[in-house]
């Protein structure tokens, strides 16, 4: 992984609690980022999130590819007893976890305004410094400029506090609280600036995500735990609810092995790239190949599948200093590419070629590092051409070269020779060290397959080829199931040990 240098740390000084959520799966990749990207201590997982402490500015925490979303950690603690316990006292439980312990949701959110006014007045400074030779404005032209903005900001206020009125006597009635199902749009410089007018505590607005699973959530709905704690937050801190526009998110999950309360540091998630103009394969996991991958400065690196060019776009971002050649048969696949790799800068930086991925046109052991994405869903699929694929991939890889490969159970299968697990990642309490059994295949997943069968020299090049194992002098080394949403897949690392023949 490529750490981003750093400067004198400007976050917490003490380091703060924070915790991402990443796909299932994906857990060990974001622990190994987050130590190595952040410096980040007290690093432990369950399943879907990662916690860990860091001293980390925002701008370092922006660089996280791993992370579907950050949080600023306000609260982690065991879950509510449900077994024989009424809704009453639930709710009444709720409420305790504002009013027994109101100073670590102050300390939560001064550590939040932080984060964001450091953030700001890096970037006004940013800006000055890009801008030195910028005319001076006259006197007289900022008194009226500055007259103006007051007008426009108290005609603003007047409107904003009507609203903000109107809204908290609907939430008080009807207890309408947001639920995690509600996208953002805004942009995360939102996030800074309105932070940075939120001058003290009690001219916070707020709106409350919630999520119930598990036993817990047969008792109790998202929209009574919002509304719970929204009146309990107002109530204590004076605060305002604000469902459209609001300073401050609050995000709750409750479950049968956690219950915990965070601060969404970025309205955006991290895992929405904004350099990716037509998405395709999820960006954390692209990301997570092409760590996996280990890539070093003058490699050749190259994705013979590459579709809309994702898994390229995070590899030449993060590390630089590479050659990367994408490969794909589909002329609409190729065009949403290019449009990508402009859109992020990246077209002079990867080259694509319109080829087949079983006749590439490359030398024997040419490539360093092949990366890609095996199709296997309804509109591409590779179906039992698999072995022929992997075979050419081989032929083009140099000795000691690496493929990371994203497959489905049936393709994994095929390229063993017999029966891939297939069984779920178990939801498990939290760790210290690194995720285990339920993300990582181990044992029989590693094992080398069988030596190739002597071929007879009246056999046609077709029956070789077949008699040939498809994974021939590729190693197993890792592999790693994660989840695509409806279905798992594995990502599968192999190393070459020797050329064909030897």
């Known amino acids: 992984m490529a750490v981003v240098p750093g400067g004198p740390r400007s976050g917490p000084a003490a380091g703060a609690h924070f915790f ?14 987050v130590r190595e990207r952040l410096a980040a201590t007290q690093v432990e997982y369950i399943s879907g999130k990662v916690f860990f402490t860091t001293c980390s500015d925002l701008n370092m925490l922006k660089q996280l590819k791993s992370a579907e979303r950050l949080f600023l950690l306000i609260k982690k603690q065991l879950p509510f007893p449900v077994s024989s316990v009424n809704k009453g006292k639930i709710l009444n439980e709720l409420q305790r976890l504002i009013n027994d312990d109101p100073e670590s949701w102050l300390n939560a959110i001064s550590i939040w305004k932080n984060l964001l006014e450091l953030d700001a007045k890096k970037e006004k400074l940013s800006h000055k410094n890009a801008n030195p030779l910028k005319r001076k404005v006259g006197e007289d032209d900022i008194t009226a400029k500055k007259l103006k903005t007051e007008q426009i900001q108290e005609i603003q206020e007047t409107k904003e506090c009507q609203l ?25 410089q ?21 999520r119930c699973s598990g036993a817990i959530a047969k008792i109790i709905t998202a929209q009574e ?44 998630p991290l895992a929405c790239r904004p350099y990716i103009k037509t998405p395709g394969l999820r960006s954390t996991i692209a990301w997570a190949m092409a760590s996996l991958a280990e890539i070093k400065a003058g490699a050749v690196v190259l994705d013979p599948m590459c579709g809309l060019g994702t898994i390229l776009l995070e590899a030449a971002k993060e590390w630089p200093d590479v050659y990367y050649v994408g490969a794909d048969v589909s002329d609409s696949q190729l ?49 039992k051409d698999i072995k022929r694929t992997v075979q050419e991939m081989e032929r083009v890889l140099r000795v000691g070269g690496t493929i990371v490969l994203l497959l489905s159970e049936d393709h994994h299968r ?8 297939s069984g779920p990642l178990a939801s498990r309490g939290g760790r210290t060290g690194e995720p285990g059994g339920e993300e990582r295949v181990t044992g029989a997943e590693k094992a080398a397959v069988s030596a190739p069968a002597p071929s007879s020299p009246a056999a046609s090049s077709q029956e070789r080829s077949a ?36």
């Open 164 to 188: 903000e009125k109107q809204i908290e006597e609907k939430i008080l009635e009807q207890g309408n609280f947001i639920t995690e199902g509600e996208k953002f749009q805004e942009e995360l």
């Open 225 to 268: 735990v919002g509304r719970v704690i929204g009146i309990a937050l107002m109530k204590q801190f004076g605060w305002k609810a604000d469902l459209r526009n609001p300073n401050l998110e609050i995000f709750i999950h409750l479950s049968d092995i956690y219950s915990v309360l965070g601060i969404p540091v970025f309205r955006v």
């Open 467 to 502: 008699r040939v194992p498809p994974l021939g002098s590729l190693v197993p080394v890792d592999c790693y199931r994660v989840s695509l949403g409806k279905t798992d897949a594995l990502i599968s690392k192999y190393m070459k040990s020797s050329s064909p023949g030897r």
């Open 414 to 421: 095929h390229l063993k020779g017999g029966e891939a697990s």
């Open 20 to 33: 991402c959520t990443a796909g299932r799966g994906l857990e060990p990749f974001l622990m190994r980022e």
């Open 335 to 383: 065009s949403g590419a290019y449009d990508n790799l402009k859109a992020a800068g990246l077209k002079d930086k990867i080259e694509l070629l319109k080829v087949s991925v079983i006749e590439l046109p490359l030398p024997s052991e040419s490539v360093d590092i092949i990366i890609s994405d095996i199709p296997f869903g309804k509109k591409f699929k590779l179906g």
């Open 190 to 210: 939102n996030d800074i600036t309105e932070a940075v007018d939120t001058r003290n505590q009690s001219n916070l607005t707020f709106r409350v995500s919630c």
